[in-house]
């Protein structure tokens, strides 16, 4: 045990367990009635709730017209706080302190309070934290906190489930879903707001370091659970590294922060040939799993989605040799923008400074589980692909644009999807993992030639080392529909795709009318 005592304790539980070691932990979770040891020797605990709860998810604020989400008052959170705060009295919790962030000049203390009795959630949320000194544990103060209870349900919300975040208080309070993604994003949703306040950016990407015959190409990849944004992050090209997973912050000058010591892949469809460097991590003694399908005889099957696609695993980065540090990052030198469609999307797109503020905002996709059932499969475009972005979502563009014009840096537009038609169709072709890879190697190589799409004015690529001539449709779908006897089924596609694009961004009220032009 890190530590016997704890500064600012927000609430008074029945007992505390103050900072476990992960051995510790990894006891307790074993105690779990859902908990089964897989063939692998590591936990995987069976949960109740599926994926995130958006519907369920407020911002506490008495002026909501400050926010793009759903909010409650309050007056009204303090009650669910009174109530939370009476129903810990009676519990035994456990508490997890760490830092989002690894720099002691610009790093985040939170602390995460959970029941003992969901100790899987302390023991990924732990993994995912940077962890203290013992001197640091000592005297740790936390400035974001997140006060968690999955048995305690919020009568009268949705699915009597309920996550409040108040940004001014910085405490993020969840009732009643037992996932462990409100965990992690109940943090990182307080310090969005933090890292814009400080003139940055928070993006919901992975981060890699590629190295190049002059030096090395820092990237970063944007993109909504489930598009392929840790695939492309973990994916080699010139023995590249990756340094962070899900959320970094984009600083004034292309500067870039880390968020995470840890990772929290999807596991549906892993396996050891296509994704090595996750397979290895996830089949660890050490990994956490979550709502992946185990056999009564402990055999994991990463196919199987009879309970729910969205199985996930929690892994420390520690378990891969080949990880960057997030410490010796330079400044950005390119962006992909991941966009999971299905027709007429190119593989990869060359975009202007507006043209990539405009895709963005637009964060064009298709929903899959990690967004529950209402999400999946849906055409969705969410902005700056952040579902965790707790102001106006016209601060996301404006502010995207403002940073990328204090740096040279490349955007680029990456389709992870298909290409002719839903996947099963008769055209339909997947831009698959090999595709991906090649297309960020010759991004990061410098050696993709471009020619000009005159349709939506952006640019596509003639040809990519390790892109074979028979693959050539998936650079230039305008071209493939032609082929096939579709040219003016996607001429009707691309007119509709414009016009609706135009309309979307107009919603946003106050982002800048440059954006907005470049979808034109």
């Known amino acids: 045990m890190a530590s016997s005592s704890l500064k600012d304790l927000l609430v008074k539980p029945k007992s505390v367990i103050a900072n476990p070691d992960p051995e510790e932990l990894r006891n307790l979770v074993g105690e779990m009635p859902n908990a089964q040891l897989t063939e692998f020797g590591n936990y995987n605990v069976k949960v109740k709730v599926k994926a995130r709860s958006k519907a369920s998810t407020y911002i506490v604020t008495d002026s909501p017209e400050n926010h793009s989400d759903q909010s409650i008052s309050s007056s009204a959170n303090r009650e669910i706080a009174q109530m939370q705060n009476d129903y810990i009295r009676e519990q035994d919790m456990i508490v997890i302190d760490g830092f989002i962030g690894p720099d002691p000049q610009t790093r985040t203390a939170a602390r995460l309070t959970i029941e003992k009795s969901n100790a899987n959630i302390a023991a990924m949320q732990q993994q995912l934290y940077f962890t203290p000194s013992a001197q640091e544990f000592a005297n740790f103060t936390p400035e974001l906190n997140v006060i968690y209870t999955p048995n305690l349900p919020a009568k009268g919300f949705p699915n009597d489930r309920l996550i409040t975040a108040d940004l001014e208080n910085k405490v993020t309070r969840v009732l009643n879903s037992d996932y462990f993604g409100e965990s992690k994003k109940g943090g990182l949703r307080m310090w969005n707001q933090s890292i814009y306040s400080q003139g940055g950016l928070s993006l919901h990407a992975g981060c890699k370091v590629i190295p190049v015959t002059t030096g090395n190409k820092v990237g970063l990849i944007i993109g909504l659970s489930g598009t392929g944004k840790t695939t492309t992050t973990f994916s080699k090209q010139n023995n590249s590294k990756p340094v962070q997973d899900d959320f970094v912050a984009l600083m004034p000058k292309g500067r870039i922060l880390g968020t995470e010591d840890g990772c929290f892949a999807k596991t549906f469809g892993l396996n050891a040939e296509s994704e090595p460097m996750i397979y290895a991590a996830v089949t660890h003694r050490d990994a956490y799993l979550e709502n992946v399908a185990v056999g009564s005889n402990g055999k994991v099957d990463f196919f199987n989605s009879a309970y729910t696609e969205n199985g996930r695993a929690t892994f420390p980065f520690q378990l891969l040799e080949e990880a960057g540090d997030p410490r010796t990052l330079s400044e950005v030198d390119f962006i992909l923008i991941l966009n999971r469609n299905e027709t007429i999307i190119p593989a990869?797109?060359?975009?202007?400074?507006?043209?990539?503020?405009?895709?963005?905002?637009?964060?064009?996709?298709?929903?899959?589980?990690?967004?529950?059932?209402?999400?999946?499969?849906?055409?969705?475009?969410?902005?700056?692909?952040?579902?965790f972005f707790p102001l106006l979502h016209r601060q996301q563009g404006n502010r995207f644009l403002e940073l990328l014009n204090q740096r040279p840096v490349d955007v680029f537009l990456m389709n992870t999807g298909w290409i002719g038609g839903a996947d099963g169709t008769e055209h339909s072709r997947k831009v698959k993992i090999r595709h991906s890879s090649a297309v960020v190697q010759g991004i990061a190589d410098g050696t993709i030639q471009w020619r000009r799409d005159n349709t939506f004015g952006y640019d596509v690529a003639d040809t990519i080392p390790g892109v074979k001539s028979e693959d050539r449709y998936l650079l230039d779908p305008h071209q493939y529909y032609g082929e096939t006897n579709r040219g003016s089924e996607y001429l009707k596609l691309a007119t509709q795709l414009k016009t609706d694009r135009q309309t979307h961004l107009q919603q946003y009220d106050g982002l800048d009318p440059v954006i907005v032009a470049a979808i034109s």
Do not use: C, D, H, I
């Open 348 to 387: 990869v797109a060359r975009l202007t400074k507006a043209q990539a503020a405009a895709y963005f905002m637009l964060g064009e996709t298709k929903g899959t589980s990690a967004g529950g059932a209402e999400e999946a499969g849906k055409a969705l475009r969410v902005p700056g692909t952040n579902p």
